[in-house]
């Protein structure tokens, strides 16, 4: 065999190998892009959630207040009360840390 004939199926594999490298880092690239953009979309979709689930709960509370109020139960208002103000707490916290 000549000897250009082998350096260039050497230098022609050696591209080949080097595009195939290139595509695969391209798709790893794009992969993980993709997986952030997923979790950070999670993570700002659950902050509005934990907003919204604490106005519920305080929602919620003052239902159980208004119950207590109705049916004479102290151990209920208590209840009602502390879930207000643990909900009030979680939702200053967060807006802090906006």
Known sequence: MNESYISNTLHQKAKDIKNKIKEKVYYV???????ISQVNHK?????KR????????????LLIIAASWL?????????GV??????ALLLIISLIKK
């Not at 794009?30 to 997986?35: K, P, Y």
């Not at 049916?71 to 209840?79: G, V």
């Not at 502390?82 to 909900?87: A, K, M, P, Q």
């Open 71 to 79: 049916t004479a139960t102290n151990w209920l208002f208590w209840i």
């Open 29 to 35: 690239k794009n992969t993980v892009q993709q997986s």
């Open 43 to 47: 993570f700002h979709r659950n902050k």
């Open 50 to 61: 934990n907003w919204i689930g604490n106005c519920v709960s305080i929602a919620i509370a």
């Open 82 to 87: 502390v879930s207000i103000l643990s909900n």
